[in-house]
Nanobody, 122 residues
Framework: QVQLVESGGGLVQAGGSLRLSCAASGRTFSDYTMGWFRQAPGKEREFVARISWAGGSTYYADSVKGRFTISRNNAKNTVYLQMNSLKPEDTAVYCC???????????????WGQGTQVTVSS
């Protein structure tokens, strides 16, 4: 069983920065693409960013491109989301997820964390 635990959320003013972390259990973390998603109140969950198993490829939603950076440290079983130039519309619960299949870039996610709240005040 894989567990994903997010941390680093909080309250920040518009224009500020936060760095989220997602720590994963298990010995095969480095075999899987990881992603970040967010869900704002009353809205559906939306994709934010993903990173390939070795970190060589990344992909971002248009809404965060140029402001957010996803990275990972496979030695620490951790994936990060650096969020800069935050806007009130970035307010949401952010959660990380792991792809179902090893070495898979485009498939489904099967494990999800509980999420961490990010609130951006104007």
């Amino acid at each position: 069983q894989v567990q994903l635990v997010e941390s680093g959320g909080g309250l920040v003013q518009a224009g500020g920065s936060l760095r989220l972390s997602c720590a994963a259990s298990g010995r095969t973390f480095s075999d899987y693409t990881m992603g970040w998603f967010r869900q704002a109140p009353g809205k559906e969950r939306e994709f934010v960013a993903r990173i390939s198993w070795a970190g060589g490829s990344t992909y971002y939603a248009d809404s965060v491109k140029g402001r957010f950076t996803i990275s990972r440290n496979n030695a620490k079983n951790t994936v990060y989301l650096q969020m800069n130039s935050l806007k009130p519309e970035d307010t949401a619960v952010y959660c990380c997820a792991r792809k179902r299949t090893r070495w898979d870039w485009g498939g489904e996610y099967d494990y999800w964390g509980q999420g961490t709240q990010v609130t951006v005040s104007s």
